[in-house]
């Protein structure tokens, strides 16, 4: 099994910037991609942004220019540098991964558990 730990969330003003960290532990033979969604109240999950284990990256249209992701494979970490937040991106921040645990031949995703993001006018 792999887990994910999101830290980071929080209330800020618009205009303002956050960063957000997501830790992946457990039985990990091998992550491929990781990345983050977001969901807000009465809306679909949606993506936010995604990379690969080679470094390739893709935003949603809504965040290209404020939102940057990157990743340490080395430590099995994610983040996400968002800056120019505005209310619209108010929503629960969710970290994924697509990972193949300990003896499992087979990648899966997983989620963490979400951590708010509130952005004031």
């Known amino acids: 099994q792999v887990q994910l730990v999101e830290s980071g969330g929080g209330l800020v003003q618009a205009g303002g910037s956050l960063r957000l960290s997501c830790a992946a532990s457990?039985?990990?033979?091998?992550?491929?991609?990781m990345g983050w969604y977001r969901q807000a109240p009465g809306k679909q999950r949606e993506l936010v942004a995604t990379?690969?284990?080679?470094?390739?990256?893709n935003y949603a249209d809504s965040v290209k220019g404020r939102f940057t992701i990157s990743r340490n494979n080395a430590k099995d970490t994610l983040i996400l540098q968002m800056n120019s937040l505005k209310p619209e991106d108010t929503a629960v921040y969710y970290c994924n991964c697509n990972a193949r645990s300990g003896y499992d031949p087979v990648y899966r995703n997983y989620w963490g558990q979400g951590t708010q993001v509130t952005v004031s006018s």
């Open positions: 457990g039985s990990i033979f091998s992550i491929n991609r």
């Open positions: 990379t690969t284990s080679s470094g390739s990256s």
